[in-house]
T-cell receptor, first 110, second 112 residues
């Protein structure tokens, strides 16, 4: 089964609203990474949070990590049309053993 | 700065044909990876190269071979393509094994 599982599978919100998506995993991790994929394109790295970190920010993005619950969340504030994409979490002891979730498809409505 | 470049972008093969997917990075990264992405699923690691001169199997290596030609280039070969290998293939690289990965734009492969 998938190590990283995103929830929800799909999310549709109005432009300007905040979007929250979650990722759960099963085994111990070294870090957890979030990526964005625009339709038909390559993946773009958003944030890497290490297992000893609890929260990390990058611009309008905030990622939290709760290792006791084996879960992470990605918050996008003040969403824009350009945020429409699929978002993936990837976890594992190293990049050589990353397991990827199936992604959350985010649609920002104008 | 091109980042990670994959060729070709699209390919149609007949069952049993062979082909090589090319990947090159210009960021002086040590590690390189080949993934496949199937509809409704996350990426799955096919092979990786932790550093120049080494290659290792990932989660789904059967039916594939790789070559780390030098520090910049990492190719993926399908010796005898099967319809189950229809997928989008991504190459990626990272400075180390625990740092962010940079992805190419993908190769959409169809095996008929």
């Amino acid at each position: 089964s998938q190590q990283g599982e995103e929830d929800p599978q799909a999310l549709s919100i109005q432009e300007g609203e905040n979007a929250t998506m979650n990722c759960s995993y099963k085994t111990s991790i070294n870090n957890l990474q979030w990526y964005r994929q625009n339709s038909g394109r390559g993946l773009v790295h958003l944030i890497l949070i290490r297992s000893n970190e609890r929260e990390k920010h990058s611009g309008r993005l905030r990622v939290t990590l709760d290792t006791s619950k084996k879960s992470s969340s990605l918050l996008i504030t003040a969403s824009r049309a350009a945020d429409t994409a699929s978002y993936f979490c990837a976890t594992g002891p190293s990049n050589y053993q990353l397991i990827w979730g199936a992604g959350t498809k985010l649609i920002i409505k104008p | 700065n091109a980042g990670v470049t994959q060729t070709p972008k699209f390919q149609v093969l007949k069952t049993g044909q062979s082909m090589t997917l090319q990947c090159a990075q210009d960021m002086n990264h040590n590690s390189m990876y080949w993934y496949r992405q199937d509809p409704g699923m996350g990426l799955r690691l096919i092979y990786y190269s932790a550093s120049e001169g080494t290659t290792d199997k990932g989660e789904v290596p059967n039916g594939y071979n790789v070559s780390r030609l030098n520090k910049r280039e990492f190719s993926l070969r399908l010796e005898s393509a099967a319809p189950s290998q229809t997928s989008v293939y991504f190459c990626a690289s990272s400075a180390q094994g625990d740092t962010e990965a940079f992805f190419g734009q993908g190769t959409r492969l169809t095996v008929v």
